[in-house]
């Protein structure tokens, strides 16, 4: 690899990503492998992660998994101890906040346990990891990079999705407030915005004639791959992005910026 490459790689650091088991979380993980990392896969259940694991061991990387909820502070905190607890892995350097879920239906047709669900996953969920892991961080007298996985709903709206987005607006505010108050203690703050991106879960509506019509309100008349994120990541979890902290990147294919 090039030397100017060099700073994107994170060889040897240890890098926690929460939601693991699937979609962005999953090919994070196998990225971040890919660049030397040795990484810890989060997800309530721990067996669904056995295949992202067993794939970055055949790839001749590092990869362990663990059980966590991050809507249970006590499950956080149970995590962290146990990736702490491997050989020598100790506290996370690297922090990908990006469990999330969401309900779709109408806004007068939302329920409270709809709300409750989506708020405590994507909001609440981002506050308990990202404070519990900043906490060892400081302890440990070392500077990290923390990434929260917002959404450019968390900027602009959609239907249908009224406690997604109230979630994801609030994950970018809060990854400013972090980044203001951990700026002294070297640890960085940023927020990764995905715009549509295909993952298994919604290539069906994505393909489908309604996802014919959303593609036409987006400028580059496409929506993102995967892989489109991973140049992003890499800026804001690596050194590359040293100097970038309260940072909101926005991978849309312009949409955000689309005409109203």
């Given at each position: 690899?090039?030397?100017?490459?060099?700073?994107?790689?994170?060889?040897?650091?240890?890098?926690?990503?929460?939601?693991?088991?699937?979609?962005l979380g999953q090919h994070f993980a196998r990225l971040l492998a890919s660049v030397g990392a040795r990484v810890a896969v989060a997800a309530r259940r721990a067996d669904k992660l056995q295949g992202v694991v067993d794939d970055i061991a055949a790839a001749g990387g590092e990869a362990r998994a663990f059980t966590l909820d991050v809507t249970?502070?006590?499950?956080?905190?149970?995590?962290?101890d146990a990736v702490g607890a491997v050989g020598a892995w100790g506290v996370p350097d690297v922090v990908i906040n990006n469990a999330g879920v969401t309900v779709t239906r109408p806004l007068l047709e939302q329920t409270e346990e709809d709300f409750d669900q989506v708020l405590d996953t994507n909001l609440k969920g981002c506050w308990l990891v990202a404070t519990e892991a900043a906490r060892r961080m400081v302890a440990a007298g070392k500077g990290g990079a923390i990434v929260n996985v917002a959404s450019i709903l968390g900027e602009r709206v959609a239907g249908g999705v009224a406690p997604y987005a109230i979630s994801k607006a609030g994950v970018v505010q809060a990854t400013k407030a972090m980044a203001l108050e951990l700026a002294r203690h070297r640890i960085r703050v940023n927020a990764l915005l995905p715009g549509y991106?295909?993952?298994?879960?919604?290539?069906?509506?994505?393909?489908?004639?309604?996802?014919?019509?959303?593609?036409?309100r987006i400028p580059s008349r496409r929506f993102g791959e995967l892989t489109d994120l991973d140049g992003p990541l890499l800026l804001l979890a690596s050194d590359a992005g040293a100097a970038m902290s309260g940072a909101t990147v926005a991978v849309d294919g312009a949409h955000l910026v689309s005409s109203l």
């Open positions: 690899m090039s030397d100017a490459l060099t700073p994107f790689r994170l060889d040897g650091r240890v890098v926690l990503v929460t939601g693991a088991s699937s979609g249970d502070a006590a499950s956080v905190r149970a995590c962290l991106v295909v993952t298994d879960l919604n290539r069906d509506f994505l393909t489908s004639e309604a996802g014919d019509k959303l593609r036409s």
